[in-house]
T-cell receptor, first 114, second 112 residues
Framework: DAMVIQNPRYQVTQFGKPVTLSCSQTLNHNVMYWYQQKSSQAPKLLFHYYDKDFNNEADTPDNFQSRRPNTSFCFLDIRSPGLGDAAMYLC?????????????FGSGTQLSVL | GDSVTQMEGPVTLSEEAFLTINCTYTATGYPSLFWYVQYPGEGLQLLLKATKADDKGSNKGFEATYRKETTSFHLEKGSVQVSDSAVYFCALSPNRDDKIIFGKGTRLHILP
């Protein structure tokens, strides 16, 4: 009964080779998020969509892009991955109106860069 | 800016021991506060939350009280089990905002 699904669970790419991570949800939530989580560090918000409105965090590198073609799907594109981009990438969803009640997370995609 | 600081791990305890994981925050206004838990191989899931000062969140035997005077939200459990082994994240959401900011996480190991 997975509600936020991330594919693949593990992704290996080469230095500089574009890679796309995907996230889908069955919750019909209006907000979707991408977080980057490096080992022993806090999950760091990269960007989020409020419906179709894209909200980029100020310190998110230009190398990271995102697409949300519809309510259910959201993609994270890394145009030219560097070794420092190896991390767990977490997708999350929520319903908001007057603040967050709860985030629903997927299991994450562990990205390795060779 | 808004931030969360939680105690460094790993924390190792014996089964049935008392647990405290400290968390303090910096935020303007009155944020909502959360504890999330991440079991091995799984995504983060909400453990408990509190939305205003002096609120106590509780779930699965865990408790945390929103202390505005000390800007803290410490996680406690009276008797831990091996199944509580996981990484615990303290987090805040600025009021009327659609973002959550996380601490670095504290890994908890419970020995049988």
């Amino acid at each position: 009964d997975a509600m936020v699904i991330q594919n693949p669970r593990y992704q290996v790419t080469q230095f500089g080779k574009p890679v796309t991570l995907s996230c889908s949800q069955t919750l019909n939530h209006n907000v979707m998020y991408w977080y980057q989580q490096k080992s022993s560090q806090a999950p760091k918000l990269l960007f989020h969509y409020y419906d179709k409105d894209f909200n980029n965090e100020a310190d998110t590198p230009d190398n990271f892009q995102s697409r949300r073609p519809n309510t259910s799907f959201c993609f994270l594109d890394i145009r030219s991955p560097g070794l420092g981009d190896a991390a767990m990438y977490l997708c999350a969803t929520s319903v908001t109106g007057t603040g967050i009640e709860k985030l629903f997370f997927g299991s994450g995609t562990q990205l390795s860069v060779l | 800016g808004d931030s969360v600081t939680q105690m460094e791990g790993p924390v190792t305890l014996s089964e049935e021991a008392f647990l405290t994981i400290n968390c303090t925050y910096t935020a303007t206004g009155y944020p909502s506060l959360f504890w999330y838990v991440q079991y091995p191989g799984e995504g983060l899931q909400l453990l408990l939350k509190a939305t205003k000062a002096d609120d106590k969140g509780s779930n699965k035997g865990f408790e945390a009280t929103y202390r505005k005077e000390t800007t803290s939200f410490h996680l406690e459990k009276g008797s831990v089990q091996v199944s509580d082994s996981a990484v615990y994240f303290c987090a805040l959401s600025p009021n009327r905002d659609d973002k959550i900011i996380f601490g670095k996480g504290t890994r908890l190991h419970i020995l049988p």
